[in-house]
């Protein structure tokens, strides 16, 4: 893979069965080269394999969110077809055998979650409001914002303080306006229908200190709108609820609230009224939400499916809602499982692996066939063992046209979070950078996801003594993945040795080139590299005072000992600090820190940065920035390991 393969990329999403059991709707998306745009269009497969899938909508701009009405005669979806790519997507509906799809929505922000009304009539979804200040075009003349709360802006969303996200309900026969129903100074998420379509139950973030507090409660509000009533309390986080089918029990995404940082997340179920909460999960002691891959619990009869992130894998389980059961692994294997839809014996899943793009299965009946007879670059799993002797997953790739008498330049990635994991589905990056001849190192730390919560707490504190902190255990586990595959793997050149992360990563990649002088070049990419100025200018890192166990403004000196600027002064390998200017989870400024430093300390150091992107560019950004964005790094490392 070169830097323009970029636009060959393709992949199925979301699947959703019908509500006979006879068709499955999902999403392809792929890259318009003449627009550089992302295009998705919805397709039908019959469940049987009696015909080929087929196009079921244009996929002129991008359509997505295919959900069935619940009597089966129509499909809802989003869409931002209109005059250009900046139309917001609306919601449309069209009949389940196809026709003219039939917009519902004109909304100046994009529709977001949608859910159908028990009886089909209604569907209710989530949306920015607008202040009316955004009337005025011309931002000279725009009003100032006021802001009062901390969460007044999102990355890859904007500004939110006058943009707040709320609950709508709009009739499907398009006779009607749709209906503002939840109104304040908060944030409504997933709405989900009472069976008896009288009421609407969503995950919120209200409150007097929620933007402080950050803890999503669940609430229920009249369908025609009115005051929420509160259902659940502060002691955990509630998020996409899903009734049962005979609407005693709801099922949720939950996550205990304790004032630390990370937990795993769990599936719970509990009574329609908020009481009587069960977790379901945790004797698996594994990551139940991966993110962003998950979806609400699905109900199928009397078990609950869900996926789960382990050792890299991202797998599909059920278990009992009842609890009288363990839970039980459906789908397993070495892959990355991203969407996934049950019904009784039919199991439909999007996956991928190291050499094959997000394809969708029956079963294990392969459906699209979005990869081709394009070849991409497997990777081997390898046990690394860390400075404490802790054993590590970890991946090598050979590049291409391998010769294992040559040795050959090494990349080390570090991957975000930290609390994520490297899955074992397609990566773009690992098979451009082996494209272009070099070895693939990457691996999955203390601090991460996919195994214990022990594990990923490991590295939490140092403020509150419960771990170490970031650049400890963890820095020695990526240290001893180049150790172990140093001594393992004779085609690994020592002498040319590069590494490069991203935000956590770019944290990882800062510090390890402070603390080692072995790398021969560095990417330090979206880092966060002065921690006290991150905590000001993030949208969010300033809850980072839950992994670190104390706030800034309490422990100034533990927070500068945590940043990678402080040991700026150590660094001799020669740095490219790559940063995006609409980036608000690690600013701008933390780039700017780190390049400034660098220079006024006469280091040898470079700053790329891309317009008008987000924290996100590597993985949603503009395929213009993304091919350039590997163009530079292949120049980057091309001018010190070859």
């Known amino acids: 893979m070169s830097p323009e393969d970029v636009y060959a990329l393709s992949g199925a999403a979301d699947p959703r069965i019908s509500p006979d ?19 998705s269009a919805i397709w039908i ?23 069935w009405s619940p009597d089966g005669r129509r499909l809802a979806f989003v869409s931002n077809r209109g005059k250009d790519d900046k139309t917001p997507a609306n919601l449309w509906v069209i009949a389940a055998e196809g026709g003219e ?103 919120a973030l209200r409150g007097e200190r929620w933007d402080v507090e950050l803890v999503t409660r669940l609430y229920a509000v009249d369908a025609d709108g009115g005051e929420p009533e509160q259902l659940t309390g502060d002691d955990a986080s509630f998020d996409t609820p899903a009734f049962s089918p005979d609407g005693s029990t709801l099922a949720v995404r939950w996550s205990v609230e304790d004032g630390t940082f990370p937990h795993h997340g769990q ?24 993110f962003p ?122 991957h975000g979070g930290p609390f994520t994991q490297y899955g074992t589905g397609f990566f773009d990056e690992f098979q451009v950078y082996a494209g272009a001849g070099y070895v693939v190192l990457f691996s999955n730390p203390r601090g991460g996801s ?40 004779d085609f690994v050149d020592g002498e040319r040795l590069g590494i490069i992360g991203g935000s956590y990563g770019g944290f990882m990649t800062s510090w390890a080139i402070s603390h080692d002088n072995r790398f021969k070049a560095a990417i330090s990419e979206r880092a966060v590299n002065h921690m006290v100025s991150a905590a000001g200018s993030s949208d969010l890192f300033w809850v980072f005072h839950q992994q670190f166990g104390g706030h800034w403004f309490d422990h100034v000196e533990t927070w500068l000992a945590l940043s990678p600027a402080t040991y700026a002064n150590n660094i001799e390998t020669p740095v490219l600090v790559l940063h995006s200017e609409d980036d608000l989870r690690c600013n701008i400024e933390q780039g700017e820190h780190l390049f400034t430093e660098l220079r006024l300390l006469g280091k040898e150091v470079e700053m790329v940065r891309f317009p008008a992107e987000s924290h996100e560019l590597t993985r949603s950004g503009s395929p213009v920035h993304r091919v350039q964005r590997f163009e530079i790094v292949l120049d980057w490392f091309g001018r010190y390991l070859r």
């Not at 006779?175 to 609407?200: F, M, N």
């Not at 599936?267 to 991966?290: E, K």
């Open 450 to 489: 996919g195994h214990s919560e022990a594990w990923g707490r490991a590295i939490r504190g140092p403020i509150d003594g419960e771990g170490p902190g970031w650049g400890t255990v963890d820095f020695e586990d990526v240290m001893g993945v180049v150790d172990t595959a140093l001594e393992r793997f």
């Open 45 to 67: 497969a019959p469940i049987d394999g009696s015909s080929d899938p087929v196009k079921f909508t244009s996929g002129e701009k991008r359509d997505g969110s295919p959900r």
């Open 293 to 414: 891959d998950f979806r609400e619990p699905l109900w199928d009869g009397g078990r609950i499916v869900f996926n789960v992130e382990d050792g890299g894998n991202t797998h599909l389980y059920a278990v009992a809602a009842d609890g009288s059961s363990p839970p039980e692994l459906l789908a397993g294997g070495e892959r990355a499982i991203s969407g996934y839809d049950v019904r009784g014996d039919t199991v439909v899943t999007v996956s991928s692996t190291h050499t094959t793009l997000r394809e969708l299965f029956i079963g294990d009946r392969q459906v699209t066939n979005l990869t081709g007879d394009r070849t991409y670059l497997e990777a081997e799993r390898f046990t690394a063992t860390s400075k404490d002797g802790t054993e590590v997953d970890a991946w090598i790739m050979r590049p291409t046209d391998f010769d294992p008498a040559k040795k050959y330049p090494t990349l080390l990635n570090v």
């Open 101 to 203: 799809a039939r917009r519902l929505t004109d909304g100046k922000e994009s529709v977001e979650k949608i859910a159908w009304s028990p009886d089909s009539t209604r569907i209710a979804f989530s949306s920015r409001v607008r202040d009316d200040a955004y009337e005025e075009e011309d931002d000279r003349k725009r009003r100032p914002r006021r802001l009062t709360r901390l969460f007044y802006k999102l990355d890859s969303v904007g500004w939110t303080t006058d943009r707040r996200t709320h609950i709508f309900v709009v009739a499907v026969d398009g006779e009607s306006e749709p209906t503002q129903i939840t109104h304040g100074d908060c944030e409504d998420g997933d709405p989900c229908w009472t069976p008896d379509g009288a009421r609407i139950v969503f995950p």
């Open 267 to 290: 599936i719970a179920v509990m009574n329609a009224d908020g009481s009587g909460v069960r977790v379901l999960t945790q004797s698996l002691d594994r990551q139940c939400t991966p």
């Open 21 to 39: 059991g006879t068709r499955v709707a999902y999403v392809v998306w792929w890259i318009d080269g003449d627009s550089s745009e992302y295009r």
